[in-house]
């Protein structure tokens, strides 16, 4: 199934971090974050502004970004999870 964000959202898969192991302790998964980075697969025609026209968005697919930590919303999308989120809610792009 393929999904296309309307206005300026954004469909994001995040980027698992590395794990890195220090003096042999091991992390559990329940208790480690979700990775504040992801790579985006998808992005919408951009919102309206006041005078009507199309705005386009500054990110486009690939991207690698950062986000917020409670931003978007986490959708499942043929056994994988994604989330949908508004421009306004990447911090950055990582180059």
């Known amino acids: 199934m393929k999904l296309k964000p309307l206005g300026n959202r954004v469909l994001v898969e995040r980027i698992e971090a590395e794990e890195i192991r220090r003096g042999g302790i091991i992390i559990p998964d329940t208790i480690k974050e979700k ?3 992801g790579k985006i ?6 919102a309206f502004d006041e005078k009507g026209t ?3 968005l500054e990110v486009q697919e690939g991207n690698r970004v950062l986000f917020g ?8 999308i043929d056994d994988a999870e994604y989330l949908i989120m508004g ?3 990447i911090l950055g792009i990582i180059e």
């Open 35 to 37: 990775p504040l980075e």
């Open 41 to 46: 697969v998808a992005v919408g025609p951009g």
């Open 54 to 56: 199309r705005r386009s």
């Open 69 to 76: 930590k409670y931003s978007g919303t986490e959708v499942m």
């Open 87 to 89: 421009e306004d809610d």
